[in-house]
């Protein structure tokens, strides 16, 4: 694909996000749970008609896809890339003029989802703690935004259930610093992030909401992340 291409497809999927109706379907599916065309249009306060008209152009751009099961069609994002890309405007949309000031609702701001790595306050300490602890090294020159785990860090998320050489082979970035967009600072993405959500998950550190992209920390999960990582939140 060359240059005129490329800058064409861009401008086209930028077109796409940036329809309100559409983009409000996109950050709704950002809490990683696939909803019908239906619950979309409710979302999107939009009659089921045109949300079907606006998801077509949505599948069209492959910012979502869809999985039939009977009579029913589950929409989510297209992957990992399209969460960022949300994300990275989010975090552009409000951009400070001055000084920042966060005016994300509170439940949202503390811990969330982005996609399917921990966001928020809680994602934001837990990144600046592994980092503290020596837990990650950066990439490569040229790629700084990249991660790769330190001999530590490997005892330490081996030793936590996370199964770093499996992880390392899943066809996405292996760990870099996502840019939160209610902290303004970096949370832990990629497949890592994703290991360290689900983590959380499983063992309770955490619960999810099943409508919005909220985390709830639990008293064992304070508990936890102070033993094994020495973080008070």
């Known amino acids: 694909m060359d240059a ?17 109706a559409r983009a409000r379907m996109l950050y709704c599916l950002m809490d ?4 019908t065309s239906t619950e979309l249009a409710v979302v999107a306060d939009v009659s089921p008609s045109t949300a079907s008209v606006h998801l077509h ?9 869809v999985l039939v099961q009977g009579k029913h069609r589950y929409y989510s994002l297209e992957g990992t890339e399209v ?5 990275g405007l989010s975090a552009l949309a409000g951009a400070p003029r001055d000084q920042f ?12 989802t982005c996609y399917d790595h921990i966001a928020g306050t809680l994602g934001v300490l837990l990144h600046d703690r592994l980092k503290v602890l020596d837990c990650l090294s950066t990439g490569a020159a040229g790629n700084g935004d990249s991660y790769d785990l330190t001999p530590k860090g490997i005892k330490m998320f081996e030793t ?12 996405r970035r292996f760990a870099f610093a996502c840019l939160d967009w209610s902290e303004r600072r970096s ?13 959380a998950l499983k063992r309770r550190w955490v619960t999810q909401d099943l409508d919005t992209r909220a985390l709830s920390l639990t008293r064992h999960g304070q508990r936890e992340l102070l033993t094994k990582f020495g973080l008070r939140v």
């Open 4 to 20: 005129v291409d490329t800058d064409y497809a861009a401008s086209r999927i930028a077109a796409a996000i940036g329809e309100p």
């Open 32 to 35: 990683n749970h696939a909803r």
């Open 57 to 65: 152009r949505l599948q069209a751009e492959r910012l979502v896809k």
């Open 83 to 87: 969460a960022g890309v949300l994300e």
């Open 101 to 112: 000031v966060p005016n994300t609702p509170n439940r949202l701001r503390a811990a969330r």
């Open 160 to 171: 936590l259930g996370i199964d770093i050489d499996a992880t390392r082979t899943l066809r």
């Open 187 to 199: 949370h832990l993405g990629g497949a890592m992030g994703a290991a360290l959500l689900k983590l």
